[in-house]
C-alpha cells in the first residue's frame, strides 16, 4: 500500500495484452480490470491483489505461453 493507505496500482508499464489468456502481459490483469481500477473500492483492488499473485503463481508453474515457446 501507498503512504496514504491507498491501494496501489499493480500497473508496471507493459501495457500487451496476451490474446490467449486474456491477460495483460505486464500486471496480469483482464480488461476489466484495467478499466475498472479507478472505480474499485479499496476492498475491490486488494481482492484484485490477491487474484493476481494466484495467476502469477499459476502462470509460474504452467510455463511460458505458446506465442513466446516459438520465439
Known amino acids: 500500500m501507498t503512504a496514504a493507505g ?3 496500482s499493480p500497473c508496471i508499464n507493459v501495457c500487451r495484452m496476451d490474446a490467449t489468456r486474456g491477460l495483460c502481459e505486464g500486471c496480469q490483469r483482464t480488461l476489466a480490470e484495467i478499466a475498472g481500477w479507478a472505480s474499485m473500492s479499496e476492498a ?10 494466484l495467476r502469477r503463481g499459476a502462470l509460474a508453474l504452467t510455463g511460458p505461453s505458446a506465442k513466446e515457446a516459438s520465439q
Open 44 to 53: 475491490d483492488k486488494r481482492e484484485a491483489w490477491r487474484q493476481l499473485a
Open 6 to 8: 491507498t491501494v496501489p
